[in-house]
């Protein structure tokens, strides 16, 4: 593989762990919002801070090292035949594979965000809706009431100590029906709140599904490609030799299961930071309309104790 071979492999562990988030509904401006209970790591910071990121960058140094060397005697070996087209260099190869995984997980998430927020964009309309009939509801039972009141404080000359009490009495229906609304508000914004919040795990469970499988479908055709052009390498006159190819074959084994650790880790603390400060859910940074706590620093704090 070639420098490269670390972003395919890191970026489908990364996808792993993504959780879209979508959109929440309106609220009214007079119903504060709750306490968020999202946590959000920076992920490409927290990795850059990771005890064991410095090993990682001194074998992928140590890689590109190796198959740079390895493709230059195989240069040599193969100079006084055909070369094979830039196109189809390893490294060319597993840039393309690479570029292939990004452009692939970047429809897919486009896809999905685009359904959760539909999605979140009918729930709004759902609860204006039904809370709208509700406030009609409502009207058929107290309009008639504060009419009547309203009607007979206008029409009829009433001293001070008369008008009183039915100020009083205006004031207790129409504060009593704003309260009915808004508690019906309030119960319709959570159960909507709930429906979303299953939809938002949905996608994260399709992405990471769909990550694993793209991955698994370009390693095999990554995989097809290099033996096809290590048996159009593998001849008398090909230099490069069996331990140097072995050498880097391990080398790239070992920098995918440091990154594997470093991700695992990662995961492990970001729990830990998430279960002591009472979040429920960590999102990988993302560009959604969601309101969430920053946990990165408290992360990268954990990898010092």
């Not at 008398?236 to 299961?257: E, Q, S």
Request: hydrophobic residues 45%; aromatic residues 2%.
């Amino acid at each position: 593989m070639r420098k490269n071979m670390a972003k395919l492999i890191f970026v489908a562990a990364v996808a792993a762990s993504l959780v879209i988030a979508g959109c929440g509904s309106q609220q009214a401006k007079t119903t504060p919002p709750p306490k968020s209970t999202i946590g959000l790591i920076v992920m490409e910071k927290a990795i850059k801070a990771h005890p064991k990121y410095a090993e990682v960058q001194r074998l992928q140094k140590d890689y590109a090292a190796l198959a740079a060397r390895i493709d230059a005697e195989k240069a040599q070996g193969l100079a006084a035949r055909a070369t094979l087209p830039a196109a189809g260099s390893p490294a060319a190869l597993e840039q393309a594979a690479a570029k292939e995984f990004d452009a692939r997980m970047a429809a897919k998430e486009a896809e999905v965000k685009t359904r959760l927020q539909a999605a979140a964009d009918q729930a709004s309309r759902d609860v204006a809706a039904e809370l709208d009939a509700y406030a009609h509801e409502l009207d058929q039972q107290y309009q008639p009431q504060i009419f009547s009141i309203q009607l007979k404080l206008k029409t009829v000359q009433l001293s001070k100590e008369e008008a009183a009490p039915l100020q009083a009495e205006l004031d207790k229906l129409q504060k009593e029906r704003a309260a009915k609304i808004s508690a019906r508000q309030k119960e319709l914004l959570a159960k909507t709140d709930t429906v979303m919040k299953g939809k938002q795990n949905e996608a994260e469970q399709e992405l990471a599904a769909y990550a694993k499988a793209l991955n698994g479908e370009l390693t095999d055709k990554l995989a097809a490609r290099r033996a096809e052009m290590a048996a159009r390498l593998d001849q008398p006159g090909a230099a490069g030799g069996t331990a140097a190819a072995d050498k880097l074959a391990a080398t790239g084994r070992d920098i995918a299961a440091l990154q594997a650790a470093i991700i695992s880790d990662i995961r492990d603390k970001a729990a830990k930071v998430a279960s002591q400060s009472g979040l429920d859910t960590v999102l990988v940074e993302v560009q959604v309309n969601v309101s969430a706590t920053d946990i990165t620093d408290a992360v990268i704090a954990e990898f010092k104790k």
